[in-house]
């Protein structure tokens, strides 16, 4: 993989602000200004109302080590969310949060500057950078993991509620400010149990900027994420009670597309006269590239039914299938300990099944469009996403075809890849994802 497929296999909104940072960072000792133009100072905040700070300078690292921590952060868990969110729900947290913890910042400096003048001095900034964001974005993650202790880099594992406590300490030991740190923290724990509800827009108002004009240029760009087309987020390493690692693949979350998409609920829904739901190409060769590659490829995610997100998302009704919610009964949902067996009872059908793939033959090379060797269906040449003839095929389910044609592969490969696995749907799949058939 080169380094532009590797570009635009990222996100559209966390690929942005992976590239505003390092470009700011690189132009930086140009314009030595900049970083003080910019800093989340209380002192311009308060008193020259200078509030374009308080979103700016989440995007200024100071440091390379800063600036690659961010990076690699920002990968892991913007991509995540993005996801699941879309670009645009994302694109507008991540904003919020940062806006949010600097404001949170300035209450707390000017409630303690009885006891330290200074910190309402011209020369007093939050300097933080991207990290203040970083660590409300980890909290937010850890709140939503299904287990009931995390691991900390292996050595000892703490409850899951109290993780982000422990990197509070730990950074402010290191050095780290107590005000910003504590900040970003109680933002997430507010962003995760609900108490920034209000703040969150609702999924009518992202359908109706999505799909504006003047919000064309950005929807057609190269992974841009819809709001309808978000939902889909795949499992983080799973953190036993004992500190043991169980490993999920992007093949498990695979299965719980199309096991939703089998019960009638993993149809996409798009915009009315869109050409695809991720910006791009064609609608089904870019879901093919972006909607399935990127998400095998990416960072994993976390373990949600669509029907039950924190109070943090959007109400998505049972699985990828976006929309206003039914009632509020949609918002309840399975306990932590329900979902993490429902993620063994993944790993070990994962398992069983890689049994039946390891059996299968080569795969035989693509015969050019048009009548199939074995004269039983004639499949024309389709762009992906387009439904193909199989009105003729005694021995394959159609509609296991339909679902893989909505995936974004072609009738042709629909059938073969279901041939060649005796009808299992899943293997099917998994075959056409490793480029195979």
Not at 130 to 139: G, Q, V
Request: hydrophobic share 40%.
């Amino acid at each position: 993989m080169d380094w532009r497929e590797f570009y635009y296999t990222v996100p559209l909104a966390t690929r942005s602000i992976m590239v505003t940072i390092t470009t700011v960072f690189v132009l930086s000792p140009f314009f030595p200004a900049t970083l003080e133009a910019v800093s989340a100072c209380p002192y311009y905040i308060l008193f020259r109302l200078q509030i374009y700070r308080l979103l700016l300078s989440g995007f200024v690292s100071d440091s390379i080590l800063g600036l690659l921590l961010g990076l690699l952060l920002i990968y892991r868990y913007g991509l995540l969310l993005e996801q699941e969110k879309g670009s645009l729900h994302f694109g507008y947290l991540c904003a919020k949060l940062i806006v949010l913890i600097n404001a949170l910042i300035c209450v707390a400096v000017l409630f303690l500057s009885p006891l330290n003048p200074l910190l309402l001095s011209p020369t007093y900034a939050s300097r933080g950078g991207t990290f203040p964001l970083l660590l409300a974005l980890i909290t937010i993650q850890t709140q939503r993991s299904p287990n009931p202790r995390t691991s900390f880099m292996g050595f000892f594992t703490v409850p899951t509620e109290y993780f982000p406590l422990l990197l509070l300490a730990i950074f402010v030991l290191l050095g780290g400010s107590l005000v910003e740190t504590a900040a970003a923290v109680g933002i997430g724990y507010a962003q995760h149990y609900g108490y920034l509800a209000r703040t969150e827009p609702a999924f009518s108002t992202l359908a109706n900027i999505e799909s504006s004009s003047y919000m064309r240029s950005v929807v057609n760009r190269r992974g841009y994420i819809n709001t309808s087309a978000a939902g889909v987020s795949l499992p983080l390493t799973n953190q036993q009670a004992d500190g043991s690692r169980t490993e999920h693949g992007g093949m498990s979350a695979l299965r719980n597309l199309l096991r939703r998409t089998q019960n009638g609920a993993g149809t996409e829904q798009r915009f009315p006269g869109r050409g695809q739901s991720i910006g791009g190409t064609s609608a089904g060769a870019q879901r093919s590239h972006f909607g399935i590659s990127s998400l095998l490829s990416g960072a994993s995610g976390r373990l949600a039914s669509g029907a039950t997100r924190g109070a943090d998302e959007l109400p998505v009704p049972n699985g990828p299938a976006v929309g206003p919610p039914a009632d509020a009964s949609n918002r309840e949902g399975p306990s932590r300990e329900a979902r993490a067996a429902a993620f063994l009872r993944a790993h070990e059908q994962r398992m069983r099944e890689m049994g039946v793939i390891a059996q299968l033959q080569p795969m035989p090379q693509d015969e050019p469009h048009g009548e199939h060797p074995n004269n039983a269906v004639a499949v024309a040449s389709e762009p992906a996403g387009q439904a193909a003839n199989t009105e003729t095929i005694p021995d394959v389910d159609r509609e296991d075809i339909d679902r893989l044609i909505e995936m974004g592969f072609t009738g042709s490969q629909a059938v073969r890849s279901l041939r060649l696995t005796r009808g299992n749907l899943e293997a099917a799949a998994e075959l056409l994802v490793s480029g195979n058939v």
